[in-house]
């Protein structure tokens, strides 16, 4: 990840001085400059792939001198000369095969051309400095790093830009404050926690210096637009954003403008600011009104509209560009996003019929996986669980289904096994599960409710008290009691049993009040505790009137207590 970052700083910062060069040339300079900086890209390019793949080994005369860093005095023969132009220059030239030439431009700047062919980069360094009257310092930087040999040529840069480029070969930094000496470092050393925040704020300021140095330049738009596309990798969706909009508002005619205004749009989509994306699409139409990307920004309101969870709204807008585009190359998505959409409102049948009449429409090539699990899913909501088996247990470990799916596909063929009563099989199959999902709380209620079905109640009761231990959220925690609960009732252990029932009784708007009641009275009534059994059974009677079975079997309960109680008057009154 950090080489990935270095690299992508060094490029951008060759790019960023391309067009520096450019913007301080004459016209007449132009062409060589254009050769000069293409040359400039292929060598640092060149040069970081080298930089990174090995380490430079010393030439066979620098090994005598491998402790020290050489400490010459530079300047000696500075010189003015004159150039083509007849403007003066100075040309700093003590190293063979290392030439400075500095230069006051008309703004009052001093610009740097500089030419090095197998210099160390301590000397290139100490030679920069002294041109540019500064005295240099390092730190933290190891002696033999300032021994490896660059190979430079750039022209009328200057001195920050080109302190950037000679540094940035090997990684390293510098800090440049008036009145003190020019500090050679590490990215450790600039006050940032990883070393790949470094590299990417300085990605970000390469890119920032271009666009308020040279707000006029021709790829200031494509700036903004690499900016924001860096921005939008590393998921700073919002920052990205106001990147793209640069492009698509201050410069609605470049090339990149309608791309900028589409990825806009996306960053909104992906910020789950729904309605702002659509504003922006919305605006898009009425820019381009005849373009012919119109039918993929349709595609991206209306998928606005089903991750806003509009189903209704997105079924009629995905029908609408399917009539408008009846030969589209979307009519497969839309075609899911259709069956997907109708799945969501909970018309699984729908659902399916379209599944199936997609299935038969495209090419099985074109047929994924994904579709054969919603399939499965419709026909397993629908109840329809012999044939939603057969589905999942075709796709289970398919290509092209993702870990999810794959994941839920296997729970899917476990709980279709239990439904069926094959319990034995459903046992196996969410063990299975329970290795690939991160369930286990879940797995182990369903296997101990298989347990119970076998009448293995004291494996059952076993299991469930694990899960009863693992289950961390409550959102299982009545269930598992409850199945907990009946396990002990069914093996005649009321006194435990009771106790659970009766904590699932403490919350009236339990899903499981009814039948916490009716059983923890039944528990009672086995335990021949007959009074504490009547209050039990007295509730139950107005809460089971849509029950007739249940409430006549109450009836009798509460009678045979009365009558063991010997109150036969109340025992023959309960019976009438």
């Known amino acids: 990840m950090l080489i990935k970052y270095k690299k992508e700083a060094i490029l951008v910062l060759v790019a960023i001085f391309s067009c520096i060069g450019v913007s301080y040339c004459d016209d007449s300079e132009v062409d060589n400059v254009l050769e000069v900086e293409q040359q400039l890209l292929e060598s640092m390019q060149s040069r970081y792939n080298e930089i990174y793949s090995s380490v430079l080994k010393e030439e066979s005369h620098d090994k005598n001198n491998a402790s020290e860093i050489d400490k010459e005095k530079y300047g000696r023969y500075a010189v003015s000369e004159e150039n083509s132009s007849g403007k003066v220059v100075k040309v700093f030239k003590d190293i063979k095969g290392l030439r400075i030439v500095k230069r006051l431009h008309e703004f009052g700047i001093y610009l740097y051309s500089i030419n090095a062919n197998q210099i160390k980069l301590g000397d290139v360094l100490n030679q920069i400095a002294l041109s540019a009257d500064l005295k240099i310092e390092y730190e933290m930087i190891e002696p033999q790093f300032l021994r490896k040999r660059v190979d430079l040529s750039l022209k009328n840069i200057p001195l920050r830009d080109l302190l950037e480029i000679v540094t940035g070969i090997f990684g390293f930094d510098f800090i440049q404050k008036e009145n003190n000496p020019l500090k050679i470092t590490i990215p450790s050393n600039m006050g940032f926690?990883?070393?790949?925040?470094y590299f990417q704020n300085k990605i970000v300021k390469m890119y920032r210096t271009l666009q308020i140095k040279y707000p006029n330049n021709e790829n200031i738009p494509e700036?903004?637009?690499?900016?924001?596309?860096?921005?939008?990798?590393?998921?700073l969706k919002l920052f990205a954003s106001q990147e793209y909009m640069v492009v698509a508002e201050k410069f609605p005619k470049h090339p990149l403008a309608k791309e900028s205004l589409m990825k806009m749009g996306q960053c909104f989509m992906d910020i789950k600011d729904l309605q702002k994306a659509r504003d922006i699409y919305n605006k898009y139409i009425e820019r381009y009104p005849h373009d012919e990307a119109l039918e993929n920004v349709y595609w991206a309101?209306?998928?606005?509209?089903f991750v806003d969870g509009k189903y209704d709204i997105a079924i009629t807008l995905y029908e609408k560009i399917l009539e408008m585009y009846p030969l589209s190359g979307l009519s497969s998505k839309i075609r899911e996003r259709i069956a997907l959409s109708y799945m969501k409102t909970g018309n699984y049948s729908k659902a399916f019929d379209l599944f199936i009449a997609l299935k038969k429409r495209i090419n099985p090539v074109d047929w994924s996986a994904e579709n054969d699990f919603l399939i499965g899913e419709s026909l397993y909501q629908m109840s329809m669980i012999a044939d939603a088996f057969v589905v999942f247990t075709s796709i289970v470990g398919k290509d092209g289904l993702d870990e999810e799916k794959n994941s839920l596909a296997m729970l899917r063929v476990a709980e279709c096994l239990d439904k069926m009563d094959r319990c034995v099989e459903a046992i196996q199959a969410y063990k299975s599960w329970m290795l690939e999902a991160d369930k286990q709380t879940y797995g182990m209620f369903s296997i101990g409710k298989c347990l119970r079905r076998l009448d293995l109640y004291t494996q059952a009761i076993r299991v469930l008290n694990d899960a009863m231990v693992l289950n961390?959220?409550?959102?299982?925690d009545e269930d598992i009691k409850f199945e907990l609960a009946m396990s002990y009732y069914d093996n005649s252990q009321y006194e435990n049993a009771l106790k659970l029932f009766e904590d699932i009784l403490s919350d009236e708007s339990s899903e499981k009040f009814v039948d916490s009641n009716f059983y923890?009275?039944?528990s009672l009534f086995f335990k021949k505790d007959y009074k504490d059994a009547i209050p039990f059974y007295e509730k139950l009677v107005p809460l089971l009137v849509m029950d007739t079975n249940r409430q006549q079997h109450v009836e009798k309960r509460l009678a045979v207590c009365y009558q063991n109680l010997g109150q036969f008057s109340k025992a023959m009154e309960t019976y009438k």
């Open 193 to 197: 926690e990883r070393p790949e925040d």
């Open 223 to 235: 700036t903004h637009y690499k900016l924001a596309n860096y921005f939008y990798s590393l998921g």
């Open 301 to 305: 309101i209306t998928n606005s509209w």
């Open 472 to 476: 961390d959220t409550d959102e299982q």
């Open 520 to 522: 923890g009275a039944e």
